[in-house]
Structure formats: C-alpha cells, structure tokens
C-alpha cells in the first residue's frame, strides 16, 4: 500500500500559507571568491554600466496583460514587450482549465521525459499539434522554444553538415548552432539569393546535408521571413528547412498555423 512521505512541520505551515517557503536567515557565510575572478566580473559590471547595456528586472506586480503594473511605479503601463500576442496569460478559461490539470495531475513531474517524465496529457497534446499541422508531422513537446533550439541541431548534423543561418535569427538559434559541430554559413536577413549563394559554398564544401534555419517572425522589427523565396532555394538545392514559429504559430497565417500557411508554403517546410 502507497503510503505519501511525511512532511515536515515547517513545511506544512509554508504550504498552508502561514510562513514563507524560505523564512529563516542562513547562518553560513559566502565563500570568498578568489581575487581575480572577482576583479573580472566587477570590472566587466562596470564597463557594462558605463556602457549603458547594464541591465535590470522590471517587476510585475500583476498578472501578464497588455496594461500591466510595475513595482516601483503607481500607475499602470502598456506592455509591449511580451508574447502575449492572445492575450490567453490571464485568460480566465485558461486559468480555470490550468487549475483543473493542477488538481488533477499535480504540479510537477520529478523526472525528464525519458525516465519517468511524460504523462499521457503529453501526448495528446502532441498528437493534437501534429494533426493541426497536417498528415506525416510529428511533434515533440519543449519547455520552451529556447530549450528546443538548443537541442536540435546537435541532434539531427554531424560535423560533416552545414547550417546556414539568417544573420537576424534568434539568440536561441544562434546557441544552438554554437553547440553543434556542423560547418557555419550566414546569410543577410530574408535575403534569398544570398542564401543561394551560402547553400553553393556548403556544396562545395562537400556537405551531405545542408539544413537552412530562419525565424518564420523577427520578433524584433515584426518582419515575416519570405518563406516562398527561400523554399524555392532551399528546394533547388535540396536543403532541409527548418522555421522557428515561435512568434508566428497560434495567430499568423488564415487559421494560425504560423508563417507556412501565411505564405502558402506550409507543405515545403520540413522542420
């Protein structure tokens, strides 16, 4: 018989909303850092201050939301720096629907995928994702578009291959092909016959598989990739076509499957 694991006094009073989780003060001092590590970092603080690209949190005191409160300020301000492109953050529905997914399944898996981290709600929502993407799709779910970038390329390229990159992709994309081995190519943004002309160098290099990467939307400047332009290229080449969606999928495109179905090349994207 299961029996739950006992749960410690301190800890039952910060679930039952008494005290905070991390309430008492630590005793133990910092180890000192050795002299010139902290000569480093200080110095490179302060040229990043004198710099102006020193930067700091802005805290919201409100649920995400177009007009939000910060901390430190008394009135509210418009937000347009999220991803809240829906508006579902606060939405009520979402927020009974996510509750009702707490009390039932609990919060929290303890585990990764591959041990003993996936739930059949996992499951249902990929197979969800993929059908709404069409027939011979297949979907693996991330934490966050972040996590996923940084893992695919290293998965799917050796060091034989070639990644050609759009010079405006994402700090995501750009760490990604950081941590694979494969040859690097970069083309100037949305600028198709430079990537014919950087796919031409990855064949003759000798590159067996040459995998082109853009943003479908540049989150920055709102600009849409032109996807048909560089479909025909990769095409011609015989690349694979991978677009990062991630400021696209759910409201782009006549039934919001992102820049693909916006320029009516959803069938030629590949990744």
């Not at 039952?12 to 989780?21: A, F, T, V």
């Not at 110095?43 to 949190?57: I, N, S």
């Not at 177009?66 to 509210?76: C, K, T």
């Not at 598989?209 to 080449?237: N, Q, W, Y």
Request: glycine residues 8%; charged residues 20%; hydrophobic residues 40%.
């Amino acid at each position: 018989m299961y029996a739950r694991p006992t749960v410690t006094r301190s800890l039952q009073q910060c679930l039952s909303g008494n005290r905070r989780l991390f309430a008492s003060t630590a005793q133990h001092k910092q180890a000192p850092l050795p002299a010139a590590f902290e000569e480093r970092v200080s110095q490179a603080l302060d040229g990043m201050r004198t710099a102006g690209t020193f930067k700091t949190e802005r805290v919201i005191a409100t649920p995400q939301r177009a007009a939000i409160q910060v901390q430190g300020s008394s009135s509210n301000v418009l937000n347009f720096c999220a991803n809240n492109y829906l508006g579902l953050a606060d939405h009520p529905q979402v927020v009974e629907r996510a509750s009702e997914y707490l009390h039932k399944w609990g919060n929290g898996l303890s585990s990764v995928r591959f041990i003993c981290g996936t739930q059949s709600i996992h499951k249902d929502l990929e197979d969800q994702i993929s059908q709404f993407y069409g027939s011979g799709r297949d979907t693996i779910l991330y934490a966050s578009c972040f996590d996923a970038n940084a893992g695919v390329f290293e998965s799917l390229l050796t060091e034989n291959d070639a990644i050609i990159s759009d010079a405006l992709n994402h700090a995501s994309i750009i760490d990604g092909v950081r941590l694979c081995k494969a040859k690097r190519f970069r083309y100037a943004n949305g600028d198709a016959q430079d990537l014919d002309r950087q796919l031409q160098k990855a064949s003759e290099a000798g590159c067996p598989v040459k995998m082109v990467v853009t943003d479908g939307v540049f989150s920055m400047d709102g600009v849409v990739a032109p996807l048909r332009d560089i479909c025909d290229v990769v095409e011609k080449h015989g690349a694979v076509l991978l677009v990062d969606d991630a400021h696209a999928t759910g409201f782009v495109g006549e039934t919001g499957r992102g820049t693909g179905e916006y320029w009516g090349v959803l069938d030629r994207v590949h990744l």
